[in-house]
């Protein structure tokens, strides 16, 4: 009998007829005897009632290609039965014991009344766990050699339903008796080896009898919790194949089937990277059979290419580079015989996905980023971004359209009255990012948190790009749509991003994304990872990314290495370009017609860290300053200043750390104790202080940074060469912020700043200069913020000043030089207080000090107390009192008490179960407040005591009280008034 190519010449003797038949290719197709006509047919699917018989050709010969298994020192036969190759002897491997098993890793084994020649003659007889190797899979290999396993309780089925239960087929001549003897027409050969039949006692049973051969298929009982294993029984008198089920701890006899044609790589769920090199792997390939591999994205709908031809079907694996763009979350792998269309196997369903961003549709199907679809329709451009004819609705002497009251005039040192319209970013723009509770202590009485309005006032530049904006709406358009249009409604509803232009609510989005920028996550990540995160590391991040089905967008930024500038753009695909190059495929909303842009990663360079490059922005490539930013999920929250500690505003940063925010467009020198030197300088950034950051704004240009991470330490600051005629310099750590401003720059000039135990500035140059401190405290204890200004210092040169704060209430001005005057103003705001001391003529002697000792939350007395230490000696020398200026209390130049008894409504309402209640009252005096049920039944007492004059506030928790309606009243002198409210739990 030859076999070539599935090619079969063979010799049929049937009844003593013979017959023969050339070259016919069986296709698995079997052979029958027809009852009615004694014919020799081929047999198809459906026929049955005419068959006298059913035999496969190969049937009782050795398996095709491998007539024999040598495993463990001894030699098995193979034999075919039908589409399955058994083991033509029972198993016999492993030490023979005598005693209980143990799962020490090695196979052990019984013999018949522990006689090892009944091992030899019948194979071993095997504990279930020790025939599985404590492996519970069904199917498992078990003790079996490799490429075999132990049957699983299906594949004896097969056995028994291909032989119409025949079991004196399976069992060798000689074993068995009447109806139960042996034929062994099969060729499995079985022997009765008997049984160990009580784990205990070592009962051995049944040899010549009956043989019982281990499944791999168990189950846990569900009465009793124990293991039950399925097996095989061939008995000596019956001529029928069962199958029992049992305790696990029995002694049987193992027969091991070859594992059956299938493809075992991939598996099930699998996914594979397009542009990448996966191997195929298969089992049960035949010699001299040669086999052709396709592939399928679309369930098997369609087979559209052969990954290989004309494959040895017995070397078990092809290695395949997947194409570039193939992509399917239904893809199959078909393995074929070259000269038939008969399949050898298919695969399980798996996945071969890009590095690209995708997401999953309602079909199960991969939805991927397309540049042509999914980029927007506008640009990183001034006319789309930020035209006059938005920002000119920005008037900052007008109506703040949160508190609909005027935009303060004087708080947070008259921020609003110095505002421009077309700064950028804008107030609003800051207070939908960061919230009203960021930017507000009470919003209905116009009470701003000065924190939140200094900060504003160091972000708020000229417009130069929203490109970090831009990129992080692109990502929520494609990853969470939805939730995207939800939370903000006013965008254009959209199906392809790309037919989306620029109108107001785009530009309102883009803004109030772009806000992001200056909180934390991103502020921090961009500290952390500014120059620690190599090229090659944030390639191998984003491919990690860019594996999973719902990819997480990030947007990607980058620097200049070489000098001043930040871009951010939305990485959308990952490309093997050549061997050490991968190309990042981007969204560029800089150049949002360029539809190829692809930054370039050579993984080799840069001592195997990578370095990149990128040819719309020349020469801002090199070793670092390229990495991921916070998912663009991150966006539909809040962000924040790092810390958010009692006191609830974001912009309170850590203790260790100082942020320093110098004029936008003057040299800046940062030298700290041990002389190390961060500068910026014609456009150029030396960094080299230890931890120090330089944060530019990713905006698509180049720009100097607006910021300085800085860990705690003493510092000088030169400030010079400034182009604008004022500079303000501001410098925050932990709760404590310091600003110094002056006008009459020349760029001739320079400021010297100091910061140790306190902020100083000195004139090194021969004009006088004016000059501005600021200070302010944010009492997270009184959950309030405090402002000391002082203005109109006049600084000789050689002159120094110094303001350093004694705990969280006092400052000292501590001056060395020449006689001054200045002018002092006072801010308190919290919840319920805001407040305002001015004093515009206050003598400073030379070389004195002022210790400022503010009566915080009541300038109604109109004084404020400054201790003098003249010669700077620690001694005190005079008291000053100084008299409070501003004395009409309903001008927004001076405390903002109320002017009538009001009760606000609670916050929130329905609340569950606490809620906020707001109140003011025109004069010192007892408040009562109380709730009441519906009826009118007064059930709660919150508050009877004496309360200043001003803004309250109190909350209510009712925790221990039922959902329903209730109502609080006010009652103030001869003010009383209710209102209701709704608890819902």
Known sequence: MINKKRGIKMQIILNSVFIFASTIFISAQSLYLNKNNGSIERFFPGQGDNILFSKKITDGLPCPGLPTVTYEGKTYNTVQIGDQCWLKENLDVGEMIIGNPVNNGIIEKWCYDDDPNNCDTYGGLYYWWEAVQYDTTSGTRGCCPEGWHIPTLAEFETLKNYLNNDGNALKAEGQGTGDGAGTNTTGFSAL????????????????????????????????NGWNYVYYMILGSTSKDIIFDFYYDYFGMSVRCIKNGKKITSPKAGDKWMSGEIDTIKWEGGEVDSLVDIEYSTDGGSTWPGFIGNFIPADTGKWSWKIPEDLIGRKSLLRIKYHTSDEIFAVSDTFKIKPYIITRVDQNGEYVKYDINVYRWGFGNIQNDMWPENWYKQFDYTGIDPITNQQYSLWQGDSVFSKAKSEDFVDWMSIVNAYGENACY??????????????????????????????????ELAFERRDEFLNKYPAFPKFQNPVDVKSDTSVIKTITEIHAHVYGDPTRRLHIENWLSKTPNQTLNELKDILKEDNTITRSLTFWENNGSGGHTVTPYKVNKVSKNIWGISIYDNEYSNDLTASIQINMTENSGNGNWNYSNFPNWGGPEKLILEPPAATYLDKPIFLKNAAHKSPFLIDEDEINFYPTYDTDVEIIDKLGNVTEYKSGKIENKIPGAVPLILPTGNESPPYCYYLPKNDYAIIINNSSSSSVSEYLDNGNKSYLFER?????????????NEGFSVSNHDPELKNIKLLNLIIDTTASAEKLFILRSLDMAQNDSVKIVNQENTNLDLISHGSQKNYQIELEFASEVTLSRFVNDNINLSANTTHKIVPNWGDFADLTLTIYVDEGNNGSIDNTLIVQNQVTNINQDQGSLFPTEYKLEQNYPNPFNPTTTIGFGIMEKGNVRMSVLNILGEEIKVLLNEEKEAGHHSIDFNGSDLPSGVYFYQLRAGNFIDTKKMLLLK
């Open 441 to 474: 202590f009470y919003k209905s009485w116009g009470i701003y948190m000065p924190s939140a309005l200094l900060k504003w006032k160091e972000f708020r530049k000229n417009w130069i790009g929203s490109c970090f904006g831009i990129a992080g709406t692109n």
């Open 192 to 223: 009765l080896g008997g049984i160990n039949y009580n784990f205990t006692y070592y009962d051995y049973l049944g040899l010549g009898e009956e043989g019982n051969f281990w499944s791999s298929s168990s189950f846990i009982g569900s009465q």
């Open 743 to 755: 006008g009459g720059v020349t760029q001739t000039q320079s400021d010297n700043l100091y910061f």
